[in-house]
């Protein structure tokens, strides 16, 4: 670990007092608009401090603080001009091109002409950023058992950057595994912000905070290709409502509190199993 471990309540911390305090300061009304840059900036701020990457976009690691950075000015136009559906599945898409462009070829402004192997990275990283936009998507629309879907969305987001992390340990990249826990600590922030005041989920929030998961699985991958399988594996997180939503519920309150737990411990599955094969790929090699 890059850091002992109470400096890791740093983006926790941070993430939950920023929302309370842009809520004081906007009021009630207009915190909708900027209470979501709360997440990133908590992120941001502890991975900054623990990592220090240094502000470059040079490497896969330095490249996360920029992409999370773009996803937040890109949540927080949506929050603020609430733009139409069409619009914003546009500037949506705009991101992910870039951004996979940037991972492709390590930067906005490639040193030369891309390649084949370069443009089927670009195209594969393209369409996996699409699909994890399309899938939270459907995830607003949800039927959660009570409540607005918010929550299980970070629940899920949470866990997909916990299983990084361990996948990240697994592969002894100390940076890579403190960014996934960052990440988490972050999203566990503005969650607890959720589940306290009830609060819808803005762009602001959840869009860096998916982006910084995307930024994280080029860099293990850039790292370590033997992560491959598990970060596929990862990715079955994001269907664990599927089966939770099957559990029965109390016709209580206490649905809205149980439901996130369930769901994260059904997500635990595809997190131990990601964690396996990865440990049994690299012993293998």
Known sequence: MLASAGVYAVPFAVTLGMTGLVRWVAGAERAGQFVGLALPLGFLVAWAVIVAPGWHAYDSLGRIGHVVFGAALAGFALDFWRPRRGFAIAILLAFVAGSS?????????????????????????????????????????????????????????MMIALTFAAIAAVSTDAALQATGLLLALAIAGYLTWIWITGAPLPAAAVCPAAAGLFALAWALVARDAATIPGLALAGLILFADGTARRVPLPRARISGLLYPLILAGVALLPMVLAAAVTLGLRRGG
């Open 101 to 157: 462009w940037a991972e492709a070829n390590g930067g906005l402004w490639p040193q030369a002409r891309p390649d084949a192997a370069v443009l089927l990275s670009l195209v594969v990283s393209a369409v996996l950023g699409a699909a994890l936009a399309w899938r939270i998507d459907r995830l607003q629309d949800a039927d959660v058992p009570t409540g607005a879907p918010g929550a299980a969305i970070l629940v899920l987001l």
